[in-house]
Nanobody, 119 residues
Framework: QVQLVESGGGLVQPGGSLRLSCAASGSIVSINSMGWYRQAPGKQRELVAV???????NYADSVKGRFTISTDNAKNTVYLQMNSLKPEDTAVYYC?????????????WGQGTQVTVSS
């Protein structure tokens, strides 16, 4: 079974920065996509940023120019650098990794990490 371990959330003032990390483990053969989603209270979970096939990146319009997603393929780890944070970025952030194990596909989610932007 693939496991994801997230870290890096916390409380930050508006305009500040945070960096989220998510490490995947568990007999992974290949990875198709690594991404970050978020869910604010009373709202649906939404895509923040994703890397597909290690090359193509997509960002939500609301975070373009402020957030940067990157990966370390050797460590099966995905990062989200968040700059110029706004109160509306407050949410639980979840990482998602999809790919292939030896005999099956997988689509795994992290446990979530709280990001709170407030003065």
């Amino acid at each position: 079974q693939v496991q994801l371990v997230e870290s890096g959330g916390g409380l930050v003032q508006p305009g500040g920065s945070l960096r989220l990390s998510c490490a995947a483990s568990g007999s992974i053969v290949s990875i198709n996509s690594m991404g970050w989603y978020r869910q604010a209270p009373g709202k649906q979970r939404e895509l923040v940023a994703v890397v597909i096939s290690g090359r193509n990146t997509n960002y939500a319009d609301s975070v373009k120019g402020r957030f940067t997603i990157s990966t370390d393929n050797a460590k099966n780890t995905v990062y989200l650098q968040m700059n110029s944070l706004k109160p509306e970025d407050t949410a639980v952030y979840y990482c998602n990794v999809a790919g292939r194990r030896l005999f099956s596909n997988f689509d795994a989610w992290g446990q979530g990490t709280q990001v709170t932007v407030s003065s």
